[in-house]
T-cell receptor, first 112, second 110 residues
Framework: DTAVSQTPKYLVTQMGNDKSIKCEQN?????MYWYKQDSKKFLKIMFSYNNKELIINETVPNRFSPKSPDKAHLNLHINSLELGDSAVYFCASSQARGNEQYFGPGTRLTVT | SQQGEEDPQALSIQEGENATMNCSYK?????LQWYRQNSGRGLVHLIL?????REKHSGRLRVTLDTSKKSSSLLITASRAADTASYFC??????????FGGGTRLMVKP
């Protein structure tokens, strides 16, 4: 069974469009995350979320918004896509903040 | 900086040799974690070492932590071609958020 899954795996879209990436975890974890990995492999936290608190990295543009319909899902919505948004986006989960994290396979977003 | 810095950035060794990667940081930490990322895949957690621990082992992996020097090392013994991957240290500090370094790209030649 896949622990943390993301869809789609690849996403190619044009500038200005709005898109969503879905994430689901079946580990029963309380906390989920979104990361952005750039072309140089640097991994940057975007959001941390549990059912009580959303922590946002202040460097993330407000065009990005996480939405959690329930504890097992944390989707990422991106409005008005820009070229610089092209990257690989990873979802992750952990039992609690600070614990080891389990990562999804990533979504490669290409904005043209 | 709040993120760890791995050294070296790239490492190439022969199968059977040991590989050592280092991570230095500047802030206090709650714990430090090492992850592996194979090409085109997500990160996989390897070891978590708490700030009051000095050494941990997991199979062929050995992690040390020196909080006085603010550094950690990951040793992979008897490396295999399958160990070829990028290895990241991640700091758990204030707010219990993880910040990742840029990684060490390890290539193990058969």
């Amino acid at each position: 069974d896949t622990a943390v899954s993301q869809t789609p795996k690849y996403l190619v879209t044009q500038m200005g469009n709005d898109k969503s990436i879905k994430c689901e975890q079946n580990l029963g974890h309380d906390t989920m995350y979104w990361y952005k990995q750039d072309s140089k492999k640097f991994l940057k936290i975007m959001f941390s979320y549990n059912n009580k608190e959303l922590i946002i990295n202040e460097t993330v543009p407000n065009r990005f918004s996480p939405k959690s319909p329930d504890k097992a899902h944390l989707n990422l919505h991106i409005n008005s896509l820009e070229l610089g948004d092209s990257a690989v986006y990873f979802c992750a989960s952990s039992q609690a903040r600070g614990n080891e994290q389990y990562f999804g396979p990533g979504t490669r977003l290409t904005v043209t | 900086s709040q993120q760890g810095e791995e050294d070296p950035q790239a490492l190439s060794i022969q199968e059977g040799e040991n590989a050592t990667m280092n991570c230095s940081y500047k802030t206090s930490i709650n714990n430090l974690q090492w992850y592996r990322q194979n090409s085109g895949r997500g990160l996989v957690h390897l070891i978590l070492i708490r700030s009051n621990e000095r050494e941990k082992h997991s199979g062929r992996l050995r992690v040390t932590l020196d909080t006085s020097k603010k550094s950690s090392s990951l040793l992979i013994t008897a490396s295999r071609a399958a160990d070829t991957a990028s290895y990241f240290c991640a700091l758990n500090n204030a707010g219990n958020m993880l910040t990742f370094g840029g990684g060490t790209r390890l290539m193990v030649k058969p």
